[in-house]
């Protein structure tokens, strides 16, 4: 005998309803209701495939997807009443496309499983999330290349260490972060053309014996394919790994960048000046701007590379096919997912907001006798010395500098004179900051003019 509240969707084995603690852990309604679109995307091309296929009538089939849009219009609208018993968003759609339009409803779940359909639905989410992913990447490439260009022969001190090493421009700083978002860029897109398979059609797990027809839904739904395993097609997460990977790497990189904005922020340094409207005050002392959302930025690989751990401890120990473990896939990635979203576009406004204090940056350039190595090379160059003698010369020369607390450009010939007898009057053009960067075109390397062809380049590209 069936117990009234057994589940609807399986009650005919149930004799009594779920423990209030059971339909607890087991509900995912809770977070998977954000993949009530791609569930109706799914069942309407699901719904066409079974009516061309004469698996169903086209006037069910009909009744069904007008019936879906209705559902989807009042997701949308905010009146849809979810259910914590219907326990996921594939059957609390059911559920009600089953008020909505009756007996054709049960139709629907013919050739398909929930299984079938989660992989499918959280594939198209997380597509989505990928494309959603690329744009947010070349916006901020493009604020990036904003900076670059206008301050493609702006002289820093480049670091290495954090202590100071050689000068180079404050345009080439930005295009490193070009080249590496433009990385993560392609990660996304290579992520996004390996998983996209169909595993619509892979049923419960072994395929069906309907004369189903995969390639269709596979096509109304933007596949390349369909996965060709059915196992592997319902317990495969690998898409959302592949994410995560991705957007573990690129959101390492943001923080990068946010730490050294908090760095160049601070007031040792005053290399650049942050937005107002991307910083906060203290509630206790004045004179602070904060920089907070790069520090947030800084600190969001956290929960995304998190959720990359998480998803890759739930998946490893699973046997084949489905497990309910995979359920545990779907909220840190949508965590993971807004979170990147929000990064992206706060170091974007962060980034066309932000002023360099060039003056700042060029007095910094010259410090810490940043042009040791250019005095070195002229030595090689000019008097012929080899590079480890000249090596050896110009520590002398850094070591005379600062006994006399003073920067390598502001020593005298005879200074000089009294470490290496051939040193010329020629040397003390190299020793400046704005020689030093110009010198320096081999390819990808700090000169201005190097900048500027690879501006002109990710302009082009990004076109
Ligand atoms: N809510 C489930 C999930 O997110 C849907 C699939 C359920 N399949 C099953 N055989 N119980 O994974």
Request: glycine residues 8%; aromatic residues 6%.
């Amino acid at each position: 005998m069936t117990d009234s509240t057994a589940n609807a969707m399986w009650g005919g084995r149930f004799a009594a309803g779920p423990d209030a603690i059971m339909e607890a852990i087991n509900a995912s309604i809770g977070f998977d209701k954000r993949l009530a679109k791609q569930d109706i995307e799914g069942s309407r091309a699901h719904a066409a495939m079974l009516a061309a296929t004469g698996i169903l009538s086209d006037s069910d089939a009909a009744a069904i997807r007008e019936g879906l849009l209705t559902v989807l219009s009042e997701i949308d609208g905010g009146t849809f009443q979810f259910s914590t018993a219907l326990e996921d968003i594939h059957m609390n759609v059911e559920a009600r496309l089953k008020e909505v339009i009756g007996d054709p409803a049960g139709r629907l779940h013919t050739g398909r499983s929930r299984n079938d359909q989660v992989a499918t639905d959280f594939k198209l989410w997380v597509r989505d999330q990928i494309d959603a992913a690329v744009t947010g990447i070349e916006a901020l490439m493009r604020a990036l290349l904003v900076q670059a260009e206008q301050g493609a022969d702006w002289v820093m001190p480049g670091f290495t260490h954090l202590q100071v090493a050689q000068p180079v421009t404050w345009g080439h700083h930005m295009m490193a972060y070009v080249e590496m978002l433009a990385r993560d860029r392609s990660r996304f897109i290579d992520a996004r053309a390996r998983m996209n398979e169909s595993p619509l059609g892979a049923a419960a797990l072994a395929g069906t014996s309907f004369p189903i027809d995969r390639q269709m839904t596979t096509e109304a739904l933007g596949f390349d394919r369909p996965a060709a395993n059915s196992l592997d097609a319902v317990s495969d997460r690998d898409f959302a790994l592949d994410y995560l990977a991705a957007a573990s790497i690129c959101a390492m990189h943001l923080s990068r960048f946010a730490e050294e904005l908090v760095i160049w922020s601070s007031a040792q340094f005053r290399f650049v000046r942050l937005s107002d409207r991307f910083s906060t005050g203290s509630s206790i002392m004045p004179q602070k701007k904060n920089p907070d959302a790069a520090e947030l930025i800084r600190a969001k690989i956290g929960r995304i590379f998190g959720a990359n751990v998480a998803l890759m401890t739930v998946m490893k120990g699973l046997p084949l096919a489905y497990s309910k473990d995979m359920q545990e896939d779907k909220e840190q990635v949508f965590d993971a997912a807004d979170n990147l979203m929000l990064a992206l576009a706060a170091m974007e406004g962060m980034v066309r907001d932000m002023t360099a204090n060039r003056d700042k940056l060029e007095a910094a350039a010259g410090a810490g006798f940043s042009t040791a190595t250019d005095l070195a090379d002229w030595l090689v160059r000019v008097l012929g010395l080899p590079f480890r003698e000249a090596h050896h010369v110009t520590g002398s020369l850094v070591a005379l500098a600062e006994q006399a607390g003073i920067d390598l450009p502001d020593l005298n010939l005879a200074q000089m004179h009294s470490v290496h007898p051939g040193i010329t009057d020629d040397i003390f053009a190299v020793l400046g900051v704005h020689n030093s960067v110009a010198s320096r075109i081999s390819y990808g390397g700090t000169a201005p003019e190097q900048v500027r062809a690879q501006v002109a380049r990710w302009k082009e590209l990004l076109a």
